[in-house]
């Protein structure tokens, strides 16, 4: 029997006292335009997510420098990292530029650290997507930010949302008029939370992994050897 078999605890996995606090939804859009219909969707999502009994904040890239243009002391930069820590989930609406996400939206990620001493700021997150187009619905956006989630260790939901013509679909007030493409959103937001519900307080478990515990085993017993030696 091969002692580096992985050790799995599957009793982790049972309901922990369930945290009684609204879910915490960080919410990010991609441009700094007055009329920007990320931001207004993502407005839209977050009035959703509230009435489905979360906690919303949403971000203002607005003043984020480009990454590395600033010390990571910058108070934008302190403010977005607070928040990814703050947060349990998140939904990720960038407008598609180009046929890809926004500089402005990939600035934001790009000054999110994977790792913050011990800490994994986004690992284990709940992620929604969603793009706003100016044209015909695509998913070009949507699919980086899923490859983006990926990268950034989070569980990305598979509902997602595209809204093409955006200019098409918000009144004067800035509302979303009502649309299947309404609807679809509404869906995403409430399998958003479906999903925090159910990962919360359970996420260090979910992706812990059985390379990095061998890793962690072999450096512990590294030291150890050479405390004795
Ligand atoms: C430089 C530039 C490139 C764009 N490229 C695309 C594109 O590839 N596909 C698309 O559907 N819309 C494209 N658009 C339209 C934007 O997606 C649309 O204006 C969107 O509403 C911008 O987001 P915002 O309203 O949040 O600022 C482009 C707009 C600009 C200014």
Redesign the pocket.
């Known amino acids: 029997m091969n002692d580096d078999l992985p050790n799995l605890d599957l009793e982790l996995l049972t309901p922990p006292n369930e945290s009684s606090h609204k879910p915490r939804i960080l919410l990010l859009?991609?441009?700094t335009?007055e009329r920007?219909?990320?931001?207004l969707l993502t407005e839209e999502a977050a009035r959703i997510l509230r009435l489905l009994g979360a906690e919303t904040v949403i971000f203002d890239p607005s003043g984020l420098p480009l990454p590395d243009a600033a010390p990571s002391e910058h108070p934008k930069v302190q403010q977005l990292r607070d928040l990814v820590l703050w947060s349990e989930g998140q939904v990720w609406c960038s407008?598609?530029?180009?046929?890809s996400m926004s500089a402005v939206f990939k600035a934001q990620i790009d000054w999110i650290p994977l790792t913050m001493g011990a800490v994994r700021p986004t690992q284990g997150k709940t992620l929604a997507v969603m793009q706003?187009?100016?044209?015909s619905q695509?998913f070009n956006t949507v699919n980086q930010l899923r490859v983006l989630g990926r990268w950034m260790r989070m569980l990305t939901i598979p509902n997602q949302s595209s809204v093409p013509k955006?200019?098409m679909e918000f009144d004067e007030a800035g509302r979303m008029k009502p649309s299947s493409y309404y609807d679809r959103m509404v869906d995403v937001m409430e399998e958003l939370m479906k999903f925090t519900q159910l990962v919360r307080g359970r996420e260090t478990f979910l992706v812990d992994r059985y390379s990095e515990r061998k890793e962690s085993a072999e450096e512990l017993s590294k030291r150890v050897n050479q405390r004795s030696i």
């Open positions: 859009y991609g441009s335009r920007s219909f990320s931001r407008p598609e530029r180009h046929g706003v187009c100016g044209g695509s955006a200019f």
